[in-house]
């Protein structure tokens, strides 16, 4: 797949912005994986796709490095103040939704394109996560946190040449994919 197509199927998506980075310049950072401990998302240990189901550090970013190129995919909300929790949900939802619907689209569409989509938080597709009793209800849909992988997404959104933060009263989600 090539990076135009990629940023046509953001723009036709929805997405707020977007941008492409190369994979080799990603950091795996243990720092960031030392927040998923602290626990201040609150999915550490209740997903498969979050630490320490997701494996360490080390055994999620091997796969990682075998790809060429991402893209950073945001969606941006204009909250009316600081405590419009409405439109910061909205925004979050938007992102799961529109960021599901661009990696299903991808695998129906370019059965052969090997992807590795990162999202923004935790797994959160069924109402209370099997972890750790049963296996994962759909495995093919869960995908590990930017964050589990140890990437800090501000880095990656440098390295992507657009903005992290987009001004007062503004909330950002982001998610990637890596291509080969
Ligand atoms: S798909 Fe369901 S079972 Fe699998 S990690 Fe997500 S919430 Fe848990």
Redesign the pocket.
């Known amino acids: 797949m090539r990076r135009e197509e990629a940023g046509e199927l953001a723009r036709n998506r929805g997405f707020s912005n977007w941008g492409f980075f190369p994979a080799e310049k990603l950091r795996f950072l243990t720092e960031v994986r030392d927040m998923c401990v602290a626990d201040r998302c609150g999915k550490f240990g209740k997903?498969?796709?979050c630490p320490p189901a997701c494996g360490t550090l080390e055994e999620i970013t091997g796969r990682a490095r075998a790809y060429s190129w991402g893209i950073l995919l945001q969606t941006t909300g204009q909250m009316e103040d600081a405590f419009d929790a409405e439109t910061l949900v909205d925004a979050m939802e938007k992102q799961k939704e529109n960021f599901g619907a661009y990696v299903e689209g991808i695998r129906k569409d370019y059965p052969g394109e090997d992807i590795l989509p990162m999202s923004s938080g935790g797994?959160?597709?069924?109402g209370t996560?099997?972890?750790p009793e049963e296996t994962?209800?759909?495995?093919e849909?869960?995908v590990p946190s930017m964050e589990a992988y140890g990437l800090l997404v501000t880095e990656v959104c440098e390295l992507a040449g657009i903005p992290y933060y987009y001004g007062k009263n503004t909330i950002t989600f982001s998610s990637c994919i890596l291509f080969h």
Do not use: G, N, S, V
């Open positions: 997903t498969w796709t797994c959160d597709l069924c996560c099997t972890y994962c209800r759909f495995p849909q869960a």
